[in-house]
């Protein structure tokens, strides 16, 4: 086996176990990870930008899944593709790297895009997954630079982001 085919194998491994609820993930603090949607790059200046560190956190409910997607989507404006408009009010022809939108009814949904939270603004994901009749949400969020958008990393404004997360699905 080449390392890409063992590679391959281990993270379909881990992904089934996660997805049948052998894996339980705690709550986390701030990880780094680079990402290509996070932060950007400024040759011009000489300076270069790296991807921002990527923050997450983990709420779990008893609210069950369907209940607390409709909760989170009203209080934090994710919309489906088709209802998304530009500032003009038009329909956006497409999404952008930063925005997606997936639902599996009763099972499984998971929101991204670049969202205003807390007097803060960059992009979130969130993906809710029914846990028993209860539901899990996992929150995943930028920080933010002088040159770009995203949100503080400190455990201040993740306590509050969380808490505003539980009061909404709650």
């Known amino acids: 086996m080449t390392n890409g085919t063992i590679t391959r194998t281990l993270l379909a491994g881990a992904a089934i176990a996660a997805l049948s609820g052998c894996i339980v993930i705690e709550e986390t603090r701030p990880t780094t990870s680079s990402s290509s949607t996070a932060g950007s790059s400024s040759q011009a200046s000489g300076q270069q930008q790296y991807a921002n560190e990527i923050l997450n956190f983990e709420v779990t409910t008893a609210t069950d899944v369907d209940t607390a997607f409709n909760r989170i989507r009203r209080q934090f404006g994710y919309l489906p593709l088709e209802q998304r408009t530009n500032p003009a009010g038009q329909p956006w022809l497409e999404a952008s790297d930063a925005y997606h939108f997936h639902e599996n009814p009763g099972s499984f949904y998971s ?16 993906d809710i997954s029914r846990e028993g009749s209860g539901s899990h949400i996992a929150v995943e969020y930028y920080e933010g630079t002088d040159s ?20 909404t699905v709650e």
């Open 111 to 126: 929101v991204r895009d670049y969202r205003e939270i807390l007097g803060h603004a960059g992009v979130v994901q969130m």
């Open 148 to 167: 770009v958008d995203g949100f503080p990393a400190t455990d201040a404004f993740m306590d509050r982001f969380r808490a505003k997360v539980r009061s």
